[in-house]
């Protein structure tokens, strides 16, 4: 089954330890990207990455870190996550950059930094 | 700035009505349009897409209409039933297609 699959799908974390929130796809798909979403401000754009070892600044860098080593991963790091990262995080995929081609969106990530 | 705003946060039907969810939009070079379906606890869904040069496209059970002019894009869903209960989104693509802008979101209920 075609799939963004996202791990861990709910984390509980406190100010300053790292983490990593993985996201995989099996569509070998070039491109990649992570959002978060927050009431009333619909999905923000953090980083994306057009291919491997390609990665750049989406709307709301600031904290975050990424990496594209193989083309199926896509992990999300927040080396030192502070409250107002809580948040709901998503994964995406698209064949390629956009044109028109449709961006698949993975189950979510639910953080919450105390 | 680009944004997208919505003209209604929720939006209350019965089952088997026709809903229309509006959406205005800033970016005027934006040429490709694209509603998402976000059922509860899930991630965003495609709906249905529509570029520039269209003013019009069906789908199952649901249209988007473009109006370039006044910048508005809706979509309409026909005999809306429960399972299109959901947050629906308009975006559109920016920046050289690496990046979707999305609306806050319209928040479909629908009742029995």
């Known amino acids: 089954e075609a799939q963004v699959t996202q791990n861990p799908r709910y984390l509980i974390t406190v100010t300053g330890k790292k983490l990593t929130v993985t996201c995989s796809q099996n569509?070998?798909?070039?491109?990649m990207s992570w959002y978060r979403q927050d009431p009333g401000l619909g999905l923000r754009q953090i980083y994306y990455s057009m291919n491997v070892e390609v990665t750049d600044k989406g709307d709301v860098p600031e904290g975050y870190k990424v990496s594209r080593k193989e083309k199926r991963n896509f992990p999300l790091i927040l080396e030192s996550p502070s409250p107002n990262q809580t948040s709901l995080y998503f994964c995406?995929?698209?064949?390629?950059?956009?044109?028109?081609?449709?961006?698949?969106f993975g189950p979510g990530t639910r953080l919450t930094v105390l | 700035g680009e944004s997208v705003g919505l003209h209604l946060p929720t939006l209350s039907v019965q089952e088997g009505d026709n809903s229309i969810i509006n959406c205005a939009y800033s970016n005027s070079a934006s040429d490709y349009f694209i509603w998402y379906k976000q059922e509860s606890g899930k991630g965003p869904q495609f709906i249905i897409d529509i570029r520039s040069n269209m003013d019009k496209r069906q789908g199952q059970r649901v249209t988007v209409l473009l109006n370039k002019t006044v910048k508005h894009l809706s979509l309409q869903i026909a005999a809306t039933q429960p399972g299109d209960s959901a947050v629906y989104f308009c975006?559109?693509?920016?920046?050289?297609?690496?990046?979707?802008?999305f609306g806050a979101g319209t928040r479909l209920a629908v009742h029995p």
């Open positions: 569509m070998n798909h070039e491109y």
């Open positions: 995406a995929s698209s064949f390629r950059e956009f044109s028109t081609d449709t961006q698949y």
């Open positions: 975006t559109f693509l920016s920046g050289g297609y690496n990046k979707l802008i």
